[in-house]
């Protein structure tokens, strides 16, 4: 599946618009990434459990935003975008990972005549 953040593909045409696709996914801190996150908060410096905990949430609403797409039969996505945002109260935080785009079936374009490929 062809995915980008542009709303065509080079070489390709859109023959058909099958709608938005989007993956959204809720993470909060484990209780190791939580101690460790709050560490670091107090001594400084990058938080690597919470970037590996936002990393993994990414990957995983990307991915379900492309199971969405390949489920309505198509064989890209364009205009891909991220949003995240903070849910829960004081006492419960977690993240929110939307991952959405425009789920599409592409054909390539016929090689123009005298050029190669």
Same mark, same amino acid.
């Given at each position: 599946?062809?995915?980008?953040?542009?709303?065509?593909?080079?070489?390709? #045409?859109?023959?058909?618009? #099958?709608?938005?696709?989007? $993956?959204?996914?809720?993470?909060?801190?484990?209780?190791?990434? $939580?101690?460790?996150?709050?560490? #670091?908060?107090?001594?400084?410096?990058?938080?690597?459990?919470?970037?590996?905990?936002?990393?993994?949430?990414?990957?995983q609403a990307y991915d379900a935003m492309l199971a969405e797409a390949s489920a309505l039969g198509a064989n890209a996505i364009v205009g891909?975008?991220?949003?995240?945002?903070?849910? $829960?109260?004081?006492?419960?935080?977690?993240?929110?990972?939307?991952?959405?785009?425009?789920?599409?079936?592409?054909?390539?374009?016929?090689?123009?005549?005298?050029? #190669? $490929?």
């Amino acid at each position: 599946m062809v995915i980008t953040t542009t709303l065509d593909v080079e070489g390709h #045409k859109i023959t058909e618009y #099958k709608g938005i696709v989007r $993956g959204i996914i809720v993470r909060s801190p484990t209780i190791v990434q $939580g101690f460790l996150g709050g560490l #670091k908060n107090i001594l400084g410096g990058q938080i690597g459990a919470f970037r590996e905990m936002c990393e993994q949430a990414r990957q995983q609403a990307y991915d379900a935003m492309l199971a969405e797409a390949s489920a309505l039969g198509a064989n890209a996505i364009v205009g891909v975008r991220y949003d995240a945002s903070d849910v $829960g109260s004081s006492s419960v935080s977690a993240t929110e990972v939307l991952c959405y785009g425009t789920a599409v079936v592409i054909e390539r374009l016929p090689a123009e005549a005298g050029s #190669k $490929g």
